[in-house]
């Protein structure tokens, strides 16, 4: 079983920057792909970006290109969302999430494991 941690949510106002951290309870961490998503209120969950495992590779929404950076350091076995440019409507919670197989390339579903979230509110 992977335990996945969140942190670094909290509430900023429209523009500004926030850096997510998922803390992953393995000694094989490489073996993972890992994601980011997001769930508004009333909203289902949404895919917001996936890194492969070795970090060479990623993917983004369209809503969060160019705005977003999702990166990984395997010697702490984390992965991070750096989210600039923030707006209202990137309020959600987010969750990370660990993928098991198919990890050469960035996925935007079927993953094994997931954090309990983390609140993030931009402020307009």
């Known amino acids: 079983q992977v335990q996945l941690v969140e942190s670094g949510g909290g509430l900023v106002q429209a523009g500004g920057s926030l850096r997510l951290s998922c803390a992953t309870s393995?000694?094989?961490?490489?073996?993972?792909?890992m994601g980011w998503f997001c769930q508004a209120p009333g909203k289902e969950r949404e895919f917001v970006a996936a890194?492969?495992?070795?970090?060479?590779?990623?993917d983004y929404a369209d809503s969060v290109k160019g705005r977003f950076s999702i990166f990984r350091d395997n010697t702490k076995s984390t992965t991070y969302l750096q989210m600039n440019s923030l707006k209202p409507e990137d309020t959600a919670v987010y969750y990370c999430?660990?993928?098991?197989?198919?990890?050469?390339?960035?996925?935007?579903?079927?993953?094994?494991?997931w954090g309990q979230g983390t609140q993030v509110t931009v402020s307009s």
């Open positions: 393995t000694r094989t961490f490489r073996r993972y792909a």
């Open positions: 999430a660990a993928r098991s197989w198919g990890t050469d390339i960035p996925a935007r579903s079927h993953y094994d494991y």
């Open positions: 890194v492969s495992w070795s970090g060479e590779m990623t």
